[in-house]
């Protein structure tokens, strides 16, 4: 299972989006807003979330706005992170 897939699965768990599956996610929408409608409370857990299940800390607001621009920026700032620890 790649990053992305396993980032839908632990987003539709975590975050109790029953009415989404992985298939409904689109890789590159926003995950705030108009996309997948995350907000700022979705956005804290977020951060606990992803770093408890790859060990990764997101250390500022500025990270988090580039990484949580959609499942494949997150995807991408998780995979590069992993690569380089």
Not at 26 to 31: E, G, H, Q
Not at 35 to 51: N, P, R, T, Y
Not at 74 to 80: E, G, K, M, N, P
């Amino acid at each position: 299972m790649d990053t992305k897939e396993k980032l839908k699965k632990i987003l539709i768990d975590d975050l109790n989006l029953e009415e989404l599956t992985p298939e409904d996610i689109d890789d590159n929408a926003p995950l705030f807003g108009e996309g997948l409608g995350l907000d700022s409370l979705d956005a804290v857990e977020l951060v606990v979330i992803i770093q408890k299940h790859f060990g990764i800390e997101i250390k500022n607001m500025e990270e988090g706005r580039v990484a949580f621009q959609s499942i494949e920026a997150l995807a991408a700032y998780i995979d590069t992170r992993m690569e380089s620890a």
